[in-house]
């Protein structure tokens, strides 16, 4: 679960780690006035949940208020689309606003979890402001780690070789060392999977600030930590994908118009897959998942088939625990509440197969029962294209 | 012979008395499984579905030996759970559960080690040796005693390449679930090393998916080893955007890490037989071991 940089440095502030000073606001009226309160260069930056901002234009220095609020005018209400973000782009309803810090050096600082060797890793790299990967491609030996495991934490002798190597001086390096070992005892602590300073600016005042905090939390560590769990921010989530979490179904919506809805996320992925590899653009991902109830099942078929984007269907069920009889009767009930006008394919197999086939032709609706893998897939991409 | 787990294993179920520990244990029984006992603190000295119930693992251990633990104990239990199951001197741990925090799973793993345990999963369907023994929650019926290894990091999408193989003609030897999560037990490689050296397996097929770098690892193993039988390998994902988890904690393609065009190409230059189209996983192995049977 990735929060906002503003949520990341309310946090940071928290553990005594120094951040810019700044105040967010919603209204370009408010970006006006606390750009006059901070009655200095300030920087705008809008909050959305992807990098990149400052390539796209997310990241505006404003020199006195009335540039801010015509910058925050620019900002806000509008989708920013990022490299990152793809086509959708990302609404932005707040906008971060800090007095600009006179930078003396840029450096990068993250700790993250390292599962190829996996372990807990501090990262620190000699040249903030690029992405971690383009520094360790243009220059990995600008770039130090120090590995290290949950409980044992990180030693100050790893803390001190990152300090030495990022060549900080003696009263910075005491500090940087003092932050690390903040950091990392709070990225333990709170189930973090990432936590990105970049960059950690050395100002002309010699003191070390946040200017960016980038935070992504563990989703399985979620439920022992409410009080994090409650940062989420869920508004960018499409209206099905709402609806689909209320009944733990895992949705996901991508740009192709034919809809998938199947058992199982590798499967899932794998129906995707099939479509585009027989010319169709699938909608979405769509998992309803082992334990699915019929009428989880049935509001799966609802959510799917009532998207403006989706126009025919591929149902592809494998049951094993998860029954087909019983998705088909969950189908059957919510077709009967919509009234599909779009083409659906449905292929099922395993358990209670010859139930479900009975079940849906019995039904009298529309569906194409096939019950080959790929036939049901060639299928479903011919009909998209009708 | 299948690997891990055979006819002779003796099973022991974690979180047994649970509703999904119960409907599986009997599924596995019937299978002919020799579950033995079950662990659920607090139930000890009970019986359930006909096997004794124990308060912890090393009871367990002294009255009934159990050589293989199967895990169904909530998430934020589990790893504990696997953890007690090692220091029991359980050789081999089946983690079912999904939803373990990152973290936990690092610990777990770092005390596997000091203990010599191996750990299959978690969020795995399980292991099964078709036609001696099941481990787990797949369907056993799709099954059939056979010569084709599987290692997989689905659930579903293991069963369909399962049934592809069988409807063909073709068993399996042993099916492993190594499970979607980021951080797992045994990986591709430590498998793929396993059905080397076990005579009943004569092709392996691999079935991965977005995120992490096992697959690249078990193609550099590939080559490295000068593999000695066929693999074929299939990688779920090809249309996943970046940055996005599908499903399985394990499934995100970060940055320049994980997407399926890279684990595809670094198994191909690995002499892997790349499956395209996942209705074609049974074919494809049919048509490596005709082309084996051929060359021989």
């Known amino acids: ?386 | 012979m299948s690997i891990l787990l055979d006819e002779n294993s003796r099973v022991l179920v974690q979180g047994i008395t649970g509703k999904q520990a119960s409907f599986h244990t009997q599924r596995m029984l019937e299978y002919g499984t020799k579950v033995v006992a079950g662990v659920t603190p607090g139930k000890g000295g009970q019986q359930h579905l006909g096997l004794p119930v124990f308060n912890t693992v090393e009871q367990a251990v002294k009255a009934e030996a159990p050589d293989v633990s199967s895990i169904f104990v909530p998430p934020l239990a589990a790893a504990e759970a696997v953890m007690e199951a090692a220091s029991a001197g359980i050789k081999l741990i089946v983690c079912i559960t999904e939803g373990i925090p990152v973290l936990d799973m690092l610990r777990a793993k770092k005390f596997l080690k000091e203990k010599g345990s191996l750990l299959v999963g978690p969020n795995t369907p399980g292991i099964i040796s078709p036609g001696k023994s099941k481990v787990g929650i797949m369907p056993a019926h799709i099954h059939q005693p056979g010569s084709v290894g599987i290692i997989s990091r689905s659930g579903t999408l293991t069963y369909e390449a399962v049934y592809q193989l069988t409807s063909l003609g073709l068993g399996q030897s042993t099916a492993v679930g190594i499970g979607g999560d980021p951080i797992v037990g045994l990986k591709f490689v430590d498998l793929l090393e396993l059905f080397k050296n076990d005579p009943q397996t004569e092709a392996v097929v691999l079935i991965g998916e977005i995120g992490g770098t096992a697959e690249e690892e078990a193609a550099e193993y590939i080559k490295q080893s000068n593999y000695p039988k066929p693999v074929a390998a299939y990688v779920a994902g090809l249309t996943a955007p970046p940055g996005k988890r599908l499903g399985h904690a394990g499934a995100i393609i970060e940055g320049r890490l994980g997407s399926a065009t890279d684990k595809l190409q670094r198994l191909q230059e690995s002499g892997v037989q790349i499956i395209h189209n996942p209705a074609r996983i049974g074919r494809t192995i049919k048509e490596v071991l005709s082309n084996l049977s051929q060359h021989l």
């Open chain 1, 1 to 386: 679960m990735l929060i906002h940089e503003y949520q990341a440095k309310t946090l940071l502030e928290e553990l005594g780690i120094n951040i810019p000073e700044g105040h967010l606001a919603e209204t370009p009226a408010r970006a006006g006035q606390i750009a006059r309160k901070l009655a200095e260069n300030v920087i705008l930056k809008a909050q959305i949940l992807s990098g990149g901002r400052g390539k796209a234009g997310g990241i505006v220095l404003a020199k006195n208020p009335e540039e801010a609020e015509a910058a925050a005018r620019r900002l806000l209400g509008k989708k920013l689309i990022t490299a990152q973000t793809g086509n959708r782009g990302l609404a932005v309803t707040k906008i971060l606003i800090e007095k600009a810090l006179e930078i003396k050096r840029e450096i990068y600082l993250g700790l993250a979890v390292d599962r190829k060797n996996e372990r807990l890793v501090a990262i620190a790299g000699k040249q903030g402001g690029l992405e971690i990967e383009e520094l360790s491609r243009l220059h990995p030996e600008h770039i130090k780690k120090e590995y290290f495991l949950p409980d044992e934490g990180l030693k100050p002798f790893q803390a001190r070789k990152l300090a030495y190597f990022l060549e900080l001086g003696d009263l910075t390096s005491k500090l940087f060392i003092e932050y690390l070992k903040k950091l990392s005892l709070f990225f333990v602590a709170s189930d973090l999977k990432l936590l990105e300073i970049n960059p950690l600016v050395l100002t002309a005042e010699d003191e070390l600030v946040a200017a960016d905090a980038k935070m992504d939390f563990d989703d399985c560590g979620l439920s022992r930590h409410p009080e994090i769990a409650t940062l989420e921010d869920l508004s960018d989530e499409s209206e099905q994908e709402k609806e689909a979490r209320k009944y733990k179904l895992n949705y996901l919506k991508i740009s192709g118009h034919l809809g998938c809805l199947v058992n199982g996320a590798g499967l899932a992925m794998a129906t995707m897959d099939i479509i585009k590899y027989f010319g169709g653009e699938p909608a979405n991902f769509l998992d309803i998942g082992g334990g699915v109830t019929e009428e989880a099942a049935s509001k799966a078929f609802e959510i799917l088939i009532e998207d403006p984007q989706v126009t025919s269907a591929l149902i592809n069920i494998f049951g094993g625990i998860v029954r087909c009889d019983l998705v088909a009767k969950g189908i059957v009930a919510s077709a009967r509440k919509v009234s599909p006008k779009k083409p659906v394919v449905v292929r099922m197999e395993g358990t209670n197969v010859a139930e479900g086939k009975k079940i849906l032709e019995e039904s009298g609706l529309p569906f194409h029962f096939v019950n080959n893998f790929e036939e049901a897939a060639r299928l479903a991409v011919a009909l998209s294209r009708t």
